[in-house]
Nanobody, 122 residues
Protein backbone atom coordinates (compact mmCIF):
# COMPACT_ATOMS: atom_id res chain seq x y z
CA UNK A 1 0.00 0.00 0.00
CA UNK A 2 0.93 3.64 -0.40
CA UNK A 3 0.50 6.52 2.00
CA UNK A 4 0.72 10.24 1.35
CA UNK A 5 1.39 12.26 4.49
CA UNK A 6 1.00 16.03 4.37
CA UNK A 7 2.37 18.60 6.76
CA UNK A 8 2.86 22.33 7.04
CA UNK A 9 -0.64 23.73 7.17
CA UNK A 10 -1.76 26.26 9.74
CA UNK A 11 -3.04 29.75 10.43
CA UNK A 12 -1.34 32.74 8.87
CA UNK A 13 -2.18 36.38 8.31
CA UNK A 14 -2.84 37.72 4.85
CA UNK A 15 0.42 38.41 3.06
CA UNK A 16 2.21 35.67 4.94
CA UNK A 17 3.77 32.43 3.76
CA UNK A 18 3.44 28.72 4.39
CA UNK A 19 5.21 25.68 3.00
CA UNK A 20 3.36 22.42 2.58
CA UNK A 21 5.10 19.07 2.28
CA UNK A 22 3.77 15.69 1.18
CA UNK A 23 5.80 12.50 1.49
CA UNK A 24 4.79 9.30 -0.28
CA UNK A 25 5.78 5.95 1.20
CA UNK A 26 5.08 2.28 0.63
CA UNK A 27 5.17 0.17 -2.50
CA UNK A 28 6.43 2.74 -5.02
CA UNK A 29 8.47 2.19 -8.15
CA UNK A 30 7.79 5.45 -9.89
CA UNK A 31 5.68 8.56 -9.35
CA UNK A 32 4.49 10.43 -12.42
CA UNK A 33 2.42 13.48 -11.59
CA UNK A 34 2.31 14.93 -8.09
CA UNK A 35 -0.05 17.73 -7.28
CA UNK A 36 -1.80 19.86 -4.74
CA UNK A 37 -5.55 20.38 -4.70
CA UNK A 38 -7.69 22.42 -2.34
CA UNK A 39 -11.27 22.45 -1.22
CA UNK A 40 -12.92 25.38 0.50
CA UNK A 41 -16.21 24.98 2.41
CA UNK A 42 -19.11 24.68 0.00
CA UNK A 43 -16.87 24.52 -3.05
CA UNK A 44 -15.56 21.78 -5.28
CA UNK A 45 -12.04 20.49 -4.99
CA UNK A 46 -9.77 22.32 -7.42
CA UNK A 47 -6.26 21.85 -8.75
CA UNK A 48 -3.76 24.29 -7.28
CA UNK A 49 -0.53 23.10 -8.90
CA UNK A 50 1.02 19.98 -10.36
CA UNK A 51 4.48 18.78 -11.33
CA UNK A 52 5.58 15.84 -13.44
CA UNK A 53 8.65 13.73 -12.76
CA UNK A 54 10.71 15.70 -15.26
CA UNK A 55 9.93 18.95 -13.50
CA UNK A 56 7.34 20.64 -15.71
CA UNK A 57 4.76 22.49 -13.67
CA UNK A 58 1.20 23.69 -14.00
CA UNK A 59 -0.61 26.27 -11.85
CA UNK A 60 -4.12 27.52 -11.35
CA UNK A 61 -4.43 31.11 -12.55
CA UNK A 62 -5.39 32.21 -9.05
CA UNK A 63 -2.01 31.20 -7.59
CA UNK A 64 0.39 31.97 -10.42
CA UNK A 65 3.25 34.15 -9.24
CA UNK A 66 2.50 33.43 -5.57
CA UNK A 67 2.82 29.64 -5.19
CA UNK A 68 5.68 27.41 -6.24
CA UNK A 69 5.50 23.63 -6.51
CA UNK A 70 8.63 21.50 -6.38
CA UNK A 71 9.53 17.88 -5.76
CA UNK A 72 12.38 15.72 -4.55
CA UNK A 73 12.19 12.49 -6.53
CA UNK A 74 14.73 10.75 -4.31
CA UNK A 75 12.50 11.37 -1.29
CA UNK A 76 9.15 10.89 -3.09
CA UNK A 77 8.16 14.26 -1.70
CA UNK A 78 6.35 17.24 -3.16
CA UNK A 79 6.32 20.75 -1.74
CA UNK A 80 4.12 23.80 -2.14
CA UNK A 81 5.62 27.14 -1.20
CA UNK A 82 2.78 29.61 -0.71
CA UNK A 83 3.62 33.30 -0.55
CA UNK A 84 1.47 36.43 -0.44
CA UNK A 85 -1.39 34.40 0.96
CA UNK A 86 -4.90 35.76 0.70
CA UNK A 87 -8.04 34.95 2.72
CA UNK A 88 -9.46 33.26 -0.39
CA UNK A 89 -6.63 30.72 -0.20
CA UNK A 90 -8.25 29.31 2.93
CA UNK A 91 -9.07 25.66 2.30
CA UNK A 92 -8.10 22.10 3.05
CA UNK A 93 -5.12 21.27 0.85
CA UNK A 94 -4.74 17.74 -0.46
CA UNK A 95 -1.72 16.04 -1.97
CA UNK A 96 -2.21 13.74 -4.95
CA UNK A 97 0.13 11.35 -6.76
CA UNK A 98 0.03 8.93 -9.68
CA UNK A 99 2.09 5.90 -8.71
CA UNK A 100 3.10 2.63 -10.28
CA UNK A 101 4.08 -0.01 -7.71
CA UNK A 102 6.81 -2.01 -9.45
CA UNK A 103 9.04 -2.24 -12.51
CA UNK A 104 7.17 -3.56 -15.50
CA UNK A 105 3.74 -2.73 -14.18
CA UNK A 106 1.36 -1.06 -16.60
CA UNK A 107 -0.94 -0.01 -13.79
CA UNK A 108 -0.93 3.49 -12.35
CA UNK A 109 -2.83 4.26 -9.20
CA UNK A 110 -4.14 7.56 -7.93
CA UNK A 111 -3.51 8.31 -4.25
CA UNK A 112 -4.63 11.15 -1.97
CA UNK A 113 -3.35 12.48 1.30
CA UNK A 114 -5.59 13.13 4.28
CA UNK A 115 -5.55 16.90 3.81
CA UNK A 116 -4.08 19.78 5.77
CA UNK A 117 -5.94 22.93 6.75
CA UNK A 118 -4.67 26.30 5.61
CA UNK A 119 -6.40 29.32 7.10
CA UNK A 120 -5.52 32.86 6.06
CA UNK A 121 -6.88 35.64 8.24
CA UNK A 122 -7.55 39.12 6.92
Amino acid sequence: QVQLVESGGGLVQAGGSLRLSCAASGRIFMINVMGWYRQAPGKQRELVASIVSGGSTNYADSVKGRFTISRDNAKNTVYLQMNSLKPEDTAVYYCNADITPFLGSSQWYDYWGQGTQVTVSS
